[in-house]
């Protein structure tokens, strides 16, 4: 009989009982002493309903959690299992119409909940990361980007972004050239970040706010990194598409195999242009204007006013001063690799530049002739 209980809570009909009991237990019952059995325990499937004022009280328990996305159907659901509740479907959605009318409304409208970014103001939180969709040609990536007015701090490219070193020159320079650290600086837990996440936390040891320290400092999945990956997907969109199929077209046609000499290569012609072409993008975005989105807490417009004017969007910056002495007392962070990123590579290649008077590439034309002319001359 327990089992027969546990099968009509759980929703099942009563034939599915039946044929669950003989299937499952080896017990052999008809449907009318099922039936029976199930009215002598107080078990029925349309009388006996459960009290109103125990129906909305589970349903709001309910709604304080996960429950708050269920349908009427999902919510009749655990009403019958969690709660051993006995009440009709159009009940619950009745209920559900009058405790959550907005889920209902939401869901009506097939509409999708976007999760709200809030930032207190510029500086309250950088977001860096790194991005990978070049590296099968060599060219690694790394960028930064404030939360609040998304103004992009550095895009910068070399032939690796895993090094922390690099990742730490990168941050010092810029804050070197602002002389203000961000409240709190959020990364991946990539082994890339740790001595810039050191430095933003020695540079807030002595602050007595409720990040300084070691809270300035925040640990996160790339996926959860939402400021910078969501400006990842505007840059591949407006740019790295275009260097994307550049470089497959040199890989397709047989002028790139992925090797390292040629990774070498590709850097040393088209390492300085598709720089100039990120100082570009960065140059762009920083005076572009962001238009105002329902689903973010954070006001649109442009991020150099957004950044250096808050006061003009009810906003403050969070930044602190840093001085010069501050940042001279740490250990220089310095770039020590060749552009190419092989110092022998590097010197074969100048050396090649020097003796065939070839000039410095201007855009990915030249690039790409300088390329197929240094590819000729090495025999790679």
């Not at 970040?193 to 790339?222: E, F, K, P, V, W």
């Not at 390292?260 to 290569?265: A, F, I, P, V």
């Not at 006001?299 to 910056?317: K, T």
């Not at 007392?329 to 290649?349: I, K, N, R, W």
Request: glycine share 8%.
């Amino acid at each position: 009989m327990h089992h027969c209980v546990q099968y009509f809570n759980e929703g099942h009909s009563y034939a599915v009982i039946v044929d669950m009991m003989s299937s499952l237990h080896g017990v052999n019952i008809s449907l009318r002493t099922l039936k029976s059995k199930l009215n002598e325990a107080g078990l029925y499937r349309r009388k006996d309903y459960s009290s109103p004022n125990a129906v909305r009280n589970a349903i709001r328990s309910e709604l304080r959690g996960p429950g708050q996305l269920f349908g009427y159907r999902s919510m009749w659901q655990v009403l019958k299992q969690k709660y051993n509740l006995r009440v009709k479907r159009d009940d619950v959605m009745n209920f559900l119409r009058e405790l959550n009318p907005r889920g209902c409304e939401n869901r009506a409208r097939r509409r999708f909940t976007r999760r709200t970014y809030h930032s207190m103001g510029p500086n309250y939180m950088w977001h860096a990361d790194g991005y990978d969709k070049l590296k099968p040609f060599g060219l690694a990536i790394s960028g930064c980007i404030d939360g609040f007015s998304r103004k992009v701090w550095w895009l910068e490219c070399g032939p690796t972004n895993n090094n922390p070193t690099v990742i730490a020159h990168y941050f010092m320079s810029c804050v070197r050239n602002l002389g203000v650290i961000p409240m709190r600086l959020r990364t991946d837990c990539g082994t890339e970040n740790g001595i810039m996440a050191a430095i933003q936390c020695t540079l807030r040891h002595h602050h007595s706010d409720y990040y300084s320290g070691a809270s300035s400092h925040m640990y996160g999945s790339s996926m959860n990194n939402q400021r910078i990956e969501s400006w990842w997907s505007i840059f591949r969109k407006g740019r790295s598409q275009f260097w994307m199929e550049l470089f497959a077209d040199l890989r397709d046609a047989g002028y790139f195999n992925g090797s390292h000499e040629h990774q070498c290569l590709l850097r040393y012609c088209f390492g300085d242009v598709l720089q100039k072409d990120l100082d570009e993008c960065v140059k762009l975005w920083n005076s572009h204007r962001i238009r105002p989105s329902r689903t973010a807490a954070c006001p649109g417009g442009v991020p150099h006013e957004l950044y250096y004017l808050p006061h003009r969007f009810g906003s403050r910056d969070c930044g602190f001063r840093i001085e010069q002495a501050e940042l001279d007392a740490l250990p220089e962070a310095s770039l020590s690799m060749t552009p190419c990123g092989d110092p022998h590579m590097q010197e074969y290649l100048d050396s090649a530049m020097e003796h065939s008077q070839l000039q410095k590439p201007e855009n990915w034309e030249s690039a790409s002739e300088l390329y197929m002319r240094l590819k000729e001359m090495a025999h790679l």
